[in-house]
């Protein structure tokens, strides 16, 4: 009977370091978006400071394990086999539910799922035992630890109101303060910025963060949190006086140092914060076992009181969890995902946009529009003016910088410092507080107030953070419907269930990198197209020929995939070449938004170089059009189960993707080699493609009229024939003004 649970032991340690992986990969976006973003040191600096900070916070977390042991349930009324199911069903939930949202791109919060599936599990095994007792639904209250329950959920929601209001009111002070311009501000002004920060981040970290780790004396901890006001004033004096002789006297940017100091901060209140979520039930478990396993009472008579007690953590474990935390962060794309949805949702400029509007965030843009006119309206123009003039820009560039910073340094700092104070208060607390919740909402409040959220993007911000969001009340409905579910199972399944289970989790996970791996390889192949950023028509000349063998490349899959979709009758393929032409539609409609940018960079002596930018655009648009019929059409007749196409129209139609691939490939090398006496050549071929498609009409015609009985068929087919002769005249027509523009520019 011991060697089950010696498996679930080694089952939950090999999940606990799976967990910390997808973890840390969801949670990096925590600590890295606002020095990503900002782009005030390298993205290496960041790390290593980063790395620094997990590794300090690991050796503080271990106040924060009670929660896993104690704070959801009452260990009590548990025997030992239940909590080991309990714990199983809790694990193979978190990392399955984890990877997930990892593999989507959204940020979801370790706590909230951790805290719910604690829940889920602990609340049907209550029921279990209610029912095998034959007792009432009413007495669950005896199992759950209610009040404690209630206490975390209730924090982790109030946190996200919290962290959106003061991020919000903290950075539009700051900013009214400070304007766009902060670094032509007196020295003194930075001074008492860095002195207020950095004293913040000292007092919640150094004191509040490293206590647990037993690094500073006991007697100064005491003393600190006994003359709070004279440590604080104490700190801020110091701080000020230190970030003065930095700024004005070594000529260096406090603002760098605030956000290295908050992006450590930051990091060390995660890994001491979010820790428990990843270990803390392998650690719970452990405990578990050493208290049965020299028991000698069955595990199904052996209470699990001893859980409630204090147990001291294992400082080894904690540095060990901490290490792979770190190797994580340093590897893992998923993380580098995750933080692209926060920062471009945080973005000051225009970026392409992720999510696309709904009738919610419409009607909430619309409705605060409304209300900043009526507030407008009341303040005094004196103050408004001031308040606009805070709020410029501090240089008009039209133009933007593909390696431009998404936010200035002013708006990381804020997100820092307001976000670890918040999170080591919680910390300080025991309360498990979401760090996801709080660092998303704190950096999509300062974006608010930073007016980052214009007329041009603010419907689809809110979008964006309002599909976030609901994923999080998601993550908290699954977690707890699935940890339940899994926990019931195991009840039932016993240890063949257990083990199953374990495997199948594992399976999944690694079904879901090669998945994921695959996707990375096909996405390195097909290289997105390139955004004009040159000042001259040679320059344009040259990137558009990328584009536009990019374009034809893509086109040649894209046609020949439906067409072999169609022949095979296969929904899933014509299903993906249905998205790949919604991608590169996309694509399209990305270079078409940057045209006001493009216009704006251009030189004097090469504007009518933008007549030529458009024109090309226009007809890869048409491209588009073209391959989105013939790939909507094909999967519309397929997925309603209608007749086949003949062999003989199948056959045709290979002939047409044959030569017209042929010719394809030849445009797309010839571009890539910059080979324009072949672009000339090839446009020689125009009849001869045309001649082919037309011949297979006039077949189609013929058979039509003496053979043909499905209408369906016939309408698809004839379809396909024509929009492949516009096809090949919109490729024709952009081969020709390449063609042209070149000859003029020589």
Given at each position: ?746
């Amino acid at each position: 009977m011991e060697n089950i649970y010696i498996f679930m032991i080694a089952a939950l340690a090999i999940l606990a370091i799976a967990d910390l992986v997808v973890g840390v990969s969801n949670d990096a976006v925590n600590f890295l978006n606002s020095a990503i973003g900002s782009k005030a040191v390298t993205f290496k600096t960041v790390m290593i400071v980063a790395s620094v900070g997990i590794a300090f916070g690991a050796l503080s977390s271990s106040g924060m394990m009670e929660v896993a042991r104690k704070g959801i349930f009452d260990p009590s009324q548990f025997y030992f086999d239940e909590i080991m199911i309990i714990f199983m069903a809790v694990m193979i939930t978190d990392i399955i539910l984890l990877d997930i949202f990892n593999s989507l791109g959204m940020p979801t919060s370790t706590t909230v799922s951790i805290v719910f599936e604690l829940l889920g599990a602990s609340v049907v095994m209550s029921i279990i035992k209610i029912s095998n007792n034959s007792d009432s639904l009413a007495q669950i209250g005896e199992y759950i630890n209610t009040d404690k329950a209630t206490e975390i959920i209730l924090g982790i929601l109030l946190s996200v109101f919290i962290a959106f209001t003061i991020g919000a009111i903290i950075q539009f002070l700051t900013r009214f303060l400070l304007t766009f311009n902060f670094e032509k501000k007196p020295s003194w002004i930075a001074a008492v910025f860095g002195g207020i920060a950095v004293s913040s981040i000292s007092y919640f970290i150094i004191i509040k963060g490293l206590k647990g780790a037993n690094i500073l004396p006991p007697e100064f901890s005491s003393w600190a949190n006994d003359n709070l006001i004279q440590f604080l004033g104490a700190n801020f004096i110091l701080w000020t006086a230190v970030s003065w002789v930095f700024h004005a006297i070594l000529k260096q940017n406090i603002y760098k140092l605030v956000i290295i100091l908050g992006t450590f901060a930051l990091a060390m209140a995660f890994a001491g914060n979010d820790l428990v979520n990843f270990i803390g039930v392998p650690m719970a478990a452990y405990n578990s076992f050493i208290a049965w396993s020299g028991s000698g009472i069955l595990p199904s008579a052996f209470s699990m009181e001893q859980l409630a007690e204090k147990v001291p953590t294992q400082p080894i474990l904690l540095l060990v969890a901490g290490l792979i935390m770190v190797l994580t962060l340093w590897f893992s794309k998923k993380a580098r995902r995750v933080v692209k949805t926060s920062v471009d949702l945080s973005r000051q400029d225009e970026v392409k946009e992720r999510f696309k509007p709904n009738w919610v965030s419409q009607h909430l843009v619309r409705g605060v529009i409304i209300a900043n006119t009526g507030v407008n309206k009341i303040l005094p123009p004196k103050l408004r003016q001031s308040i606009n003039k805070s709020f410029e820009p501090s240089t008009v560039a039209h133009a933007k910088a593909s390696d431009a910073p998404a936010f200035d340094m002013v708006r990381a700092a804020v997100n820092l410092v307001i976000a670890s104070v918040l999170i080591s208060v919680a910390t300080g607390l025991k309360l498990p507080l979401s760090t996801t919740y709080v660092t998303f909402m704190v950096a999509m409040g300062t974006s608010l107030a930073d007016r980052a959220w214009g007329a041009e993007s603010a419907v689809y911000r809110v979008a964006g953070v309002l599909n976030v969001i609901s994923g999080w009340f998601l993550t908290a409905f699954s977690a707890f419907t699935a940890a339940g579910i899994l926990a019931y199972l195991m009840y039932l399944g016993g240890n063949i269930a257990i083990i199953g289970l374990f495997f199948l989790a594992i399976a999944m996970l690694i079904r879901n990198y090669l998945s994921t791996k695959k996707k990375n390889k096909e996405a390195k192949i097909e290289e997105d197209l390139r955004k004009a950023e040159s000042k001259t028509i040679s320059g344009i000349i040259e990137e558009s020929a990328d584009n536009i063998a990019k374009t034809i490349i893509r086109t040649d899959k894209i046609y020949t995939g439906t067409l072999k979709g169609l022949a095979k009758n296969k929904v899933g393929s014509l299903r993906k070449s249905r998205a790949t032409v919604e991608k590169l539609n996309e694509e399209i409609d990305e270079l078409r938004n940057n045209i006001f940018y493009f216009i704006k960079n251009l030189e004097e002596t090469s504007v009518r170089g933008s007549n030529f930018y458009i024109e090309i655009l226009g007809y890869l648009e048409d491209i588009t059009q073209s391959l989105e019929y013939i790939a909507k059409v094909s999967y519309k007749h397929v997925n309603n189960n209608h007749k086949p196409l003949r062999f003989n129209q199948i056959r045709d139609l290979q002939e047409i993707d044959n030569k017209l691939c042929d010719f394809l490939q030849e445009t797309a090398q010839a571009f890539k080699d910059r080979n324009y006496n072949k672009i000339e050549r090839l446009l020689g071929r125009k009849q001869e493609l045309y001649g082919h498609v037309t011949d297979k009409i006039q077949k189609q015609v013929e058979r039509t009229r003496s053979e043909e009985s499905s209408p369906k068929n016939t309408t698809l087919y004839f379809g396909l024939l024509l929009e492949t002769k516009d096809l090949i005249e919109e490729i024709m027509n952009l081969l020709e003004l390449y063609n042209t523009e070149h000859k003029r520019s020589k």
